[in-house]
């Protein structure tokens, strides 16, 4: 069969082909839960993001930048705050989830709102999971705020950047350290996609935060997709996260 | 930089495929233990060094991934029917996940120092990510960059399915004859993953129009 045939010729091209092309890190990283600007781009929910859409896991730069696109210039979209990123209504205490589809070492994870870092979780120099998730407490907080969430590499001199639109409600504590435009829309502590929930099904498309049932384990959908053989939930980390 | 050094030590390759397709995985002496080969499977999460005789599927599986990658960053920002580049995101994902997987098995496959180390590569490095590929060194990405835009998602998918059709024989080959479970689940999953895929492919409208 001419199939058979041609797959050694044509994995001997490939590795060829690998040597002469630049081939492409997997890269590596991102916040999927909220959802982060390139996340909101990868789902198509923020139209026109450029070539973000295809790797929201790429947003890589040295350490130390404070910009949600890591001085990466095709990436300049997610610095533009006039996008109309819609922002996740949460309330003072918000569970951030990252996508790693390259699990770096890690020396640690920080926070920022504005020029005040909120939260740093340590990260020990060992390799975190496919997924891993903070509880950060954002008490002091209120209304619409762009929260940029960094990944410090332990064995590189990068960082992975993601900037993530809130809409802070209901904590109360202390006062809000900066002024806030105007919290128009009030507090709702429901996600703002709802998750459809059932047991995982072949063929069906799934949307980043819809939750499945499989094998007893309930799974949140991180990377949109139809669901096919083979991509079962617990096979597929890049797909689903276990919760 | 790519030392020339590197292409003596992929070049045994075909050769493993070849016996891999052919059924004759090599049986290669293994002086690891008595659970090695018998087909007694180490606990899951004791994974840690993949038989001999799985390592050319490894090796073919990683070059094949790593061309996967390469031909969705020569998609991207291209295609025109929101199904099929849903479906390659996913795909370079879910094989992304898969590629490290394998270059962790395969790194633990060689003893360290060992400059044939399957891992040589894969170091980090950074920005190099976002060189563009060559189409003047490879047919089909030629195709893709020469392809009209209206016709592009056409071309991918003929590039694709037939990329994808490569992976399900190697995976099918091997799938018999492997010995890890884990390896053994890893071809089971990409022979049903991918001809799923192709299936799916196979049903866009620009399948169908090209």
Redesign the interface.
């Known amino acids: 069969m001419r ?2 045939i ?7 091209g ?2 060829v ?11 590596h990283g991102y916040i999927s839960g909220p959802p982060s600007r390139q996340a909101l781009c ?1 789902q ?1 929910r923020v139209p026109d993001c ?2 973000i ?3 929201p ?2 947003v ?1 730069g040295p350490k130390g930048l404070r910009s949600c696109n890591a001085g ?1 210039s ?1 990436f300049a979209v997610l610095n533009d705050d006039a996008r109309g990123w819609p922002a996740t209504s949460v309330g003072s205490s918000v569970t951030f989830t990252w996508t790693n ?4 070492a890690t020396s640690n994870w920080e926070y920022f709102i504005g020029g005040t870092r909120v939260a740093t979780v340590d990260g020990g120099g060992s390799q975190p999971g ?1 997924t891993v998730s903070h509880t950060v407490n954002l008490g002091s907080w209120s209304g619409r705020q762009k929260l940029l969430a960094i990944w410090n590499i332990a ?2 001199a ?1 960082a992975f950047y993601s900037c993530v639109d809130l809409q802070i409600g209901g904590g109360g504590g202390n006062p809000t350290p900066t002024p806030t435009p105007s919290p128009t829309r009030p507090p709702t502590p429901a996600p703002t996609t709802p998750a459809p929930s059932g047991t995982w099904t ?1 063929g069906q ?1 799934y949307r980043v935060g819809d939750q499945v049932t499989y094998g007893g384990a309930t799974y949140r959908c991180v ?4 669901a ?4 079962e939930p617990p ?5 689903w996260a276990r919760i | 930089m ?1 030392t020339p050094g ?2 003596l030590r ?1 070049a045994p ?2 050769l493993a ?2 016996l891999a ?1 052919a059924g004759c995985a090599p049986t290669v002496a293994t002086p690891t233990g008595p659970a090695s080969g018998t087909g007694a499977p180490p606990a899951s999460a004791g994974f840690a060094r993949p038989d001999p005789a799985d390592v050319p599927f490894l090796t ?1 599986m990683v ?2 991934h ?2 996967t ?2 031909i ?2 020569a998609a ?2 291209r295609i025109t029917d ?2 099929l ?6 795909v ?3 094989e ?2 898969e ?2 997987t394998m270059r962790r098995w395969l790194a633990a496959a060689t003893p360290p120092g060992d400059p044939a180390g399957p891992d040589a ?2 170091g ?11 189409p003047t ?2 047919p089909d ?1 030629a195709r893709l960059s020469s392809a009209a835009a209206e016709r592009f998602d056409a071309v991918l998918i003929d590039v694709l399915t ?1 990329h994808q ?2 992976a399900v ?2 995976a099918r080959a091997h799938r018999p004859v492997a010995v890890g479970p884990e390896v053994r689940d890893l071809a ?10 192709i299936r ?1 492919m196979a049903g866009l409208p620009a399948a169908r129009a090209g």
Not at chain 2, 124 to 134: C, E, F, I, L, V
Request: glycine share 4%; charged share 20%; proline share 6%.
């Open positions: 199939r058979t041609a797959v050694p010729l044509a994995s001997a490939a590795v082909a690998s040597l002469a092309v630049a081939v492409p890190v997997q890269a990868a198509g450029g070539q859409k295809y790797e896991q790429s890589e990466i095709h589809t390259a699990r770096h496919a064995d590189t990068n072949a498309a990377q949109p997709h139809t096919l053989p083979g991509w096979n597929v980390p890049a797909l | 790519r590197a292409v992929i390759l075909p495929v070849l397709l073919a070059a094949h790593d061309r990658r390469v969705a960053v991207a920002g929101a199904e580049r849903t479906l390659v995101a996913a370079d994902a879910t992304a996940d590629l490290a590569h894969s980090h490095t950074g920005h190099d990510a976002h060189r563009p590929p060559s060194t490879d990405l037939a059709g490569r024989a190697l089971d999953r990409i022979e049903r993953s991918r001809t799923a895929q799916l």
